[in-house]
């Protein structure tokens, strides 16, 4: 009898296992759904995506109870006071539930509606001039109930209408907050009718006539607010303020200064009545006034507005601010003050691949889940060094797989520790954080090929590759030094005692120490100026064949002064590259300036403003040997030097090429 029963209970799991599967099935879904089942049966509606998002969208935008036949097929919504399962965030939450025969959704409040049917967008194909739905259960909510970007304005323009499409994309992936960084030394780019010399051409030092009128912030609010995101706009005080000392003479400290900017935070009141947050900066300043921080918190919060500001800046009390953000290593906020975590959240300083993994794998703050404290986080975006225009911007500061990696991680939680725990090197193959990232890693890459198409979306697979770096020796700070088996390396033959010291690497590439230093672990522990250090790995081509190569020495930042390279160098360390012993000569540099200076705009230097290094593999296996001198971690061409590489393979067709093999394991020992 006991086998009988057995027998029974097995098929019935095995039943229950073939109708629902795990998320797996769904590969493409980001971010993540807090939980999720999908079965076998499909729903197939007659029609096209952009029809049904159109419909659904305008009919959820009305909190009512009820269905919606689209093409025969019943979509209803109804309201509830809460979601079993959910307790945290609930406003946002969604059950979101696929029959053969009709979509259900249940939510709180209308973001949970809307981020139900975006998640029912994704989950959407497009065949045949039908929409295929596979069956599925979604329960979903924010693990952070702030989830945003950052743009700086101030020091750059980007087009009202750019931002909008940001904003509509982001949304998507269920970006809430767009911070609205107006005003810098460089320019007030905030219309005002009461003050218009503040956007007078020649009180502008960068963009002149570039800003947004009153209408553009109007139009942008109003379809934010559309799609659930909540405008966050900064007026920048008492510091990074040259551009209203130059407008009026006056410092916002004086007296003079604070009626002006009294009336000006009025007329900007008006502007942004409605919004909850309005941020005041506070950062990087002297205060020459003690009651000018007190006395803007009060006026500003007079107007409606819970304040906003940054930390370091001001020192205040619990009860003095509504909502820090924390910025720099040393951003933190007193107990009992709600905080956003911006500290290691600077993409301007972010490389493509490294500190997309480090994003990854953190969590906010050293918390997986947010409170009434623990807010969420912001990504930034600085501009302190001039680019050409707004598509320099998003590509090369990597703003699209960013943004999603982090909208995976706010939203989801969690995560592996923070910045300064888990670092950037890729997880040990065959660990739980390891298959996260490669189902993550399968989903960023799905989006890219389906969603991304039109866009600027500099990022390919890399957990495939691999390779092996060398202990550094030293150099004596002769960048130049050769070492007596640099021969045998490029051959793919590593010296027997060096071998066992190798630490093994996966990716396409890192930092041996990073931008910030030893703030945040990279591939060598304790890292030394005036080192040498070795990076070799083999790659095997089934046929003989022409690649694109992007190679990287020295990712600059967009926010630094950094002379560009010297002519035939890959960077100012002496960095090279062998592929099968033929060296890969550097890139004509198109910038060769010698004064340091942010208003010089970035070119070629960084690898996704110019073309890959074309060249052959041989069929078999090939080697690829890096040499990465160093000299000091900060000198006069850089002041962020950064030890690192990266060297991504790509085939005819501008992504990944096809049919290569990584393994150290044929790197041979001499």
């Known amino acids: 009898m006991d086998s009988i029963r057995s027998s029974i209970w097995a098929f019935l799991i095995l039943l229950l296992i073939s109708h629902f599967t795990v998320f797996g099935q769904s590969e493409k879904l980001l971010p993540k759904p807090y939980q999720a089942s999908f079965g076998n049966a499909k729903l197939v509606i007659k029609g096209d995506k952009e029809d049904f998002k159109s419909k659904l969208t305008e009919w959820i935008s009305v909190p009512r109870d009820g269905s919606y036949n689209f093409e025969d097929v019943q979509v209803s919504v109804q309201w509830v006071e809460k979601l079993n399962g959910i307790d945290v965030n609930k406003e946002e939450s969604y059950l979101l539930e696929v029959t053969a025969e009709q979509i259900a959704i249940q939510a709180v409040k209308q973001q949970g509606a809307f981020y139900a049917l975006q998640t ?4 959407a194909d497009e065949k045949e001039g039908n929409l295929v739905f596979p069956e599925s259960r979604i329960l979903d909510r924010p693990a952070f109930r702030i989830r ?13 209408e750019e931002l909008m499409k940001q904003i509509e994309i982001l949304s998507s992936y269920k970006i809430n907050v767009f911070h609205w960084h ?8 905030l219309e005002s009718r009461l003050f218009p010399e503040l956007t007078a051409d020649e009180n502008f030092e960068r963009f002149p006539g570039e800003y947004y009128t009153q209408e553009d912030v109007r139009k942008l609010i109003d379809f934010a607010k559309r799609h659930h995101v909540t405008v966050i706009p900064e007026i920048d005080m008492p510091g990074h303020s040259a551009a209203f000392q130059r407008a009026f003479g006056y410092d916002m400290q004086s007296k003079e200064g604070k009626e002006i900017l009294k009336a000006l935070l009025t007329e900007a009141g008006d ?8 941020h005041i900066g506070t950062d990087e300043v002297r205060f020459t006034d003690p009651d000018f ?4 918190v009060a006026f500003v919060r007079a107007m409606g507005f819970k304040v906003v500001s940054w930390n370091p800046g001001w020192d205040y009390k619990a009860g003095e601010i509504d909502l820090l953000q924390l910025w720099s290593y040393r951003g933190k906020a007193p107990e009992g003050i ?12 972010f490389d493509a691949f490294a500190d997309l993994v480090s994003l990854f794998r953190s969590n906010v703050a050293g918390y997986d889940i947010g409170s009434e404290t623990v807010a969420g986080s912001i990504l930034a975006v600085w501009n302190d060094r001039k680019l050409n225009d707004w598509k320099q911007i998003i590509r ?5 797989p960013a943004m999603l990696t982090f909208a995976e991680r706010l939203w989801q939680g969690g995560g592996e520790g923070y910045f300064d725990e888990t670092g950037v090197l890729l997880p040990e193959p065959g660990t739980p954080a390891w298959e996260s990232f490669a189902d993550f890693e ?3 890459l799905w989006q890219r090929d389906h969603q991304f198409e039109n866009f600027d979306f500099p990022y390919y697979k890399q957990r495939d590759m691999e390779w092996l770096v060398l202990p550094p020796l030293a150099n004596q700070g002769n960048l130049d030094l050769e070492f007596d088996f640099e021969d045998d390396l490029k051959k793919g033959q590593v010296p027997t005692e060096m071998l066992a010291k190798t630490i093994h690497v996966k990716g396409a590439g890192t930092y041996l120490r990073h931008v910030w230093g030893t703030l945040v672990p990279a591939a060598i522990s304790n890292p030394q100026p005036n080192h040498t250090a070795f990076v070799i790995g083999k790659v095997y081509s089934p046929e003989e064949r022409a690649v694109n190569v992007a190679i990287v020495f020295q990712d600059y930042s967009r926010s630094e002064k950094d002379l560009p390279p010297p002519q035939g160098a890959w960077d100012w360390k002496g960095s090279k590259v062998w592929i099968n012993g033929e060296p890969i000569p550097a890139p004509i540099w198109e910038n060769s300036h010698t004064e340091k200076t942010n208003e010089i705009p970035l070119q070629n230097e960084n690898w996704q403003s110019r073309p890959a290094q074309r060249v052959v593999l041989k069929k078999g296996w090939n080697t690829i040997l890096l040499k990465l001198p160093v000299g000091q971690f900060q000198t006069e061409e850089l002041r962020l030097v950064k030890w690192m590489w990266k060297l991504v393979i790509l085939g005819e067709d501008g992504k990944e090429a096809g049919g290569l093999r990584w393994d150290n394991s044929k790197i041979e020992s001499k």
Do not use: K
């Open 271 to 278: 502007l942004f009545a409605g919004l909850p947050y309005f």
């Open 293 to 296: 921080v007190p006395e803007m």
């Open 396 to 400: 090369e500061n990597n703003f699209y």
């Open 442 to 444: 399968d989903r960023l």
């Open 338 to 349: 709600p905080f956003v975590d911006s500290r290691f959240h600077y993409i301007n300083h």
């Open 120 to 123: 029912l967008l994704q989950l």
């Open 182 to 189: 107006f005003t810098e030394d460089l320019a007030w780019r």
């Open 148 to 160: 945003g970007f950052m743009h700086d304005v101030g020091r750059s323009f980007i087009p009202v």
